[in-house]
């Protein structure tokens, strides 16, 4: 498809184990931002890639959270020793140019549960 | 993080009513945008505002850039029940989006 696309769309795993998300972004996009929703919230911003490299980290809520993006492509976000208040609905966007807000576009989600 | 402050939480309307809802900050914003989600979807763009003050409409959408730049408001004229859904405002800081808390709009036939 031509859209932006995660994998999986639904994770249910065990409180203390690491999980691994992914995105897909629409070719030739060189912008790449995750957000977390959770319950009932807005979207909260972890992190965005120019390329290969992440000029921002500020929103990754701890040192248990990590994304990389190879070949200026797929992202993962990996969340270790996943604990409950993990559990949330993981987005993530992607555009042509950094910046482009207003042509962002959005993948379905991967909604994750921690139990 | 920070959020927006989005108001009301949640609407429910009868078909054909109007609606209007409001998103404020404490920091001021350059560009103000507007999304809609759907169930087990991601958020989709509805408008975006680029200048205090302005008014832009798309179809039965108009949205509206606070003066102060602290503020927008969007409205739904003549709803149908399609337009169910949550709305999110969300302003641009810098290299980010900050969302609202956003507004879940039930419609009754």
């Known amino acids: 498809g031509a859209g932006v696309s995660q994998s999986p769309s639904n994770k249910v795993t065990e409180k203390g184990k690491d999980v691994e998300l992914r995105c897909d972004p629409i070719s030739g996009h060189t912008a790449l931002y995750w957000y977390r929703q959770s319950l009932g919230q807005g979207l909260e911003f972890l992190i965005y890639f120019q390329g290969n490299s992440a000029p921002d980290k500020s929103g990754l809520p701890s040192d248990r959270f990590s994304a990389e993006r190879t070949g200026g492509s797929v992202s993962t976000l990996t969340i270790q020793r996943t604990q409950q208040e993990d559990s949330a609905v993981y987005l993530c966007?992607?555009?042509?140019?950094?910046?482009?807000?207003?042509?962002?576009?959005f993948g379905p989600g991967t909604r994750l549960t921690v139990l | 993080g920070q959020q927006l402050n989005q108001s009301p939480q949640s609407m429910f309307i009868q078909e054909g009513e109007d609606v209007s809802m409001n998103c404020t900050s404490s920091?001021?914003?350059?560009?103000w945008l507007w999304y809609k989600q759907d169930p087990g979807e991601g958020p989709v763009l509805l408008i975006a505002l680029y200048k205090a003050g302005e008014l832009t409409s798309n179809g039965r959408l108009t949205a509206q850039f606070g003066i102060t730049r602290k503020d927008s408001f969007l409205n739904i004229s003549a709803s149908i029940p399609s337009d169910v859904g949550i709305y999110f405002c969300?302003?641009?800081?810098?290299?980010?989006?900050?969302f609202g808390t956003g507004t879940r709009l039930q419609v009754f036939p």
């Open positions: 920091s001021i914003f350059n560009t």
């Open positions: 969300a302003g641009v800081n810098t290299d980010k989006l900050i």
């Open positions: 966007a992607s555009s042509l140019l950094a910046g482009q807000y207003n042509e962002q576009f």
